[in-house]
């Protein structure tokens, strides 16, 4: 049921609006309150969620990845309509959401919680939490949503004030005397510049991108704007704490501005986000060439007190000539041009795609259901070593998508669109055959042990006839049974544990190997654990990402091999990018890794 309008809806889109909030970068004042939630209810996601006009947008979100979702299908739509706080016990059992996308689907929603949060006397959006499973708050809990709401209010009415401080700020400035401007010009700094790591705020970035805008004469000077986004600051902040995650903030901070000379401008406007903007420069090209010098010298390790982090950055940066020079639409392509780096990789520095970011949901879902009768779908194949023997033991198949038009497109991109619209299962089944053809090519040119890993998605295992798609991938290839292995993310295995066991038992009765995927991820890891007939754990990326410099997370990973080798399923680290993590890792007992250390995706024919 969708929700229905409020009767001040109108006058509610514009006091949202003025809060200029929308489409904003993530502000770590707000996502350490979305975190306490998490953490005080024991919730494994909660949200500050805006309700616009379409869709509801979150300012905020700890433990769901999603940026937005439609208004017609938000738990928040319902929960703005009223001041008392909006309780959903189980949404399978509430005839408004028991048919909802989001209860069905992911995230799997069963319990809901909001309360409204106010901009003056209007309800713009909601504080939240979610669980997927039923469960009832306690009156002390409802006391303390109600609390951290009106301290999301008082952030909002202060991050305007400041904003409205510095409009009334420069109109003062225009009328007094010069002695006075020293003082004014101080004020402003307190008001503007982020306390941890004294860089300027996003709204200086705007107003230089006016002042840019208003001068810049026939355009030849030559200019960018970009976004450095520090990769996997949550995985530093849970396995160091925060203290240590401010810490590589601060560090970072205080790189860019040595590297930065008086006509550029660096920002922090994120949590781990900056903002660089740099003018001044003969041309464009000379632009680029000094951001990837930045890019490069930001991109080395930070020491910090007893600990060496090994932490990438990833840039996307936008000219400023060619584009809308407003400085939120200009903010917003570099926004998007980070994204469009990460979905290639940690670390890279990559230029706006302007065609990729226009493209919307439905285009592409359209592109994509002729994507594999055009064959522009294809695999890329990363290999597993055993560094005790130095040799490949297998490879993982990684699909791929060329898109005519837009280029190379991440399947960060399209596959949540797949899962979405059940192409997913098609798309599944020719994953499938064409690993498997290839495996047997392998077979016939000597490699007798060498086996390839295909993810399934949560859709295909679960509501795909998965068994014969595999009976027959096998069949049509010739590719004997053992050297298939089908890999399954822990949420898919705990979803419905015993419907999952019936399917695994039945692909182990063909001799198919079978892995969890991002093994540590989910809500109930070991519990499961030994339910399930599993061969091999893929221990997440973000256990090892801190292994150099945690001891947290060595025991963490050291304990998840000890309980494996009792169990007799193999493990294997994956996200392997220093020799440091490798070494521990084989001194913790791990043998099977996969990463950049070793190799990235390539084409079949390059696989050694």
């Known amino acids: ?129 979610i669980d997927t499973v039923p469960r009832k708050l306690e009156m002390q809990e409802v006391v303390l949503l109600r609390t951290l709401a009106r301290a999301v209010e008082d952030l909002l009415y202060l991050r305007q004030a400041s904003f409205d401080s510095i409009g009334q700020i420069n109109s003062w400035s225009d ?74 903030i601060a560090a970072i901070a205080g790189r860019l501005k040595e590297f930065c000379g008086s006509a550029q401008l660096p920002a922090r406007i994120g949590g781990g986000m900056f903002a660089l903007l740099l003018r001044g420069l003969p041309d464009f090209p000379a632009a680029v060439t000094r951001l990837k010098e930045i890019h490069e010298a930001l991109n080395t390790p930070i020491v910090t007190g007893n600990f060496i982090i090994h932490s990438s950055l990833t840039t ?3 000219p400023l000539h060619g584009h809308d020079a407003a400085a939120r639409s200009l903010l917003d392509a570099a926004h998007d041009a980070v994204r469009q780096a990460k979905a290639l990789g940690h670390g890279l520095i990559c230029a706006y795609n302007r065609a990729l970011g226009n493209l919307n949901h439905r285009s592409l879902e359209h592109d994509l259901r002729s994507a594999l009768a055009n064959n522009e779908l294809f695999l890329v194949y990363q290999q597993k070593m055993n560094i005790e023997t130095g040799g490949a033991t297998g490879v993982e198949a990684l ?25 997913i299962v098609q798309i599944g089944r020719w994953t499938l055959d064409k690993a ?35 009976r027959m991938a096998l ?29 695994m038992h039945e692909l182990k009765s063909m001799q198919v190997a079978l892995s ?36 947290r997370s060595r025991a963490i990973v050291k304990g998840i091999i000890d309980i494996s080798a009792g169990l007799g399923i193999c493990v294997i680290a994956e996200g392997v990018e220093t020799s440091v993590q490798a070494d521990i890792l084989f001194d913790l007992g791990c043998t099977e890794m996969q990463g950049y250390f070793f190799g990235r995706p390539v084409a079949p024919e390059k696989i050694g």
Not at 94 to 107: A, H, K, T, W, Y
Not at 480 to 495: K, W
Not at 523 to 530: E, G, T, W
């Open 1 to 129: 049921m969708s929700p229905p309008l409020p009767p001040d809806e109108s006058v509610r889109l514009h006091a949202l609006h003025a809060t200029q909030l929308l489409d904003t970068p993530p502000e770590e004042v707000f996502d350490r309150i979305t975190r306490i939630v998490c953490t005080v209810l024991a919730v494994p996601i909660s949200l500050i969620s805006l309700i616009d006009k379409d869709r509801q947008w979150f300012k905020s979100s700890c433990g769901l990845r999603a940026a937005e979702t439609g208004r017609d299908i938000s738990f928040c739509g319902h929960a703005i309509l009223a001041d008392a706080p909006f309780i959903v016990e189980d949404a399978i059992e509430d005839c408004r959401f028991s048919e909802n996308p989001l209860v069905l689907g992911e995230p799997g929603i069963r319990f809901y919680a909001g309360i409204p949060i106010h901009a003056g006397n209007c309800r713009i959006g909601t504080l939240c939490v």
């Open 175 to 248: 009328n007094v005397a010069v002695e006075d401007l020293v003082d004014i010009q101080a004020l402003k700094n307190l008001l503007l510049r982020d306390h941890l790591t004294g860089l300027p705020m996003r709204h200086a970035v705007d107003k230089a991108i006016e002042d840019w805008a208003a001068r810049r004469g026939d355009g030849k000077e030559g200019g960018l704007l970009a976004v450095i986004d520090i990769d996997n600051l949550s995985a530093v902040n849970e396995r160091l704490g925060h203290g240590i995650g401010d810490h590589l």
């Open 316 to 318: 996307g940066y936008v």
């Open 399 to 423: 699909l791929r998508w060329a898109h005519p038009q837009l280029g190379l497109i991440s399947p960060a991109e399209f596959i949540p669109i797949a899962e979405e619209s059940a192409l």
């Open 436 to 470: 498997c053809r290839q495996a047997r090519d392998w077979v016939d040119a000597g490699r007798t042990r060498f086996t390839v890993a295909v993810n399934l998605s949560p859709r295909q295992f679960l509501h795909g006839d998965i068994v014969d798609s595999v």
């Open 475 to 503: 069949a049509r290839s010739g590719l004997p049974a053992h050297l298939l292995e089908l890999e399954l993310t822990e949420s898919v295995a705990i979803d419905d544990v015993d419907r999952t066991i019936a399917i």
């Open 516 to 551: 969890i995927d991002d093994f540590g991820t989910g809500f109930s890891s070991l519990s499961y654990l030994i339910r399930l007939p599993v061969d091999k754990l893929k221990i997440d990326r973000s256990f090892i990402a801190g292994i150099g410099d945690s001891s």
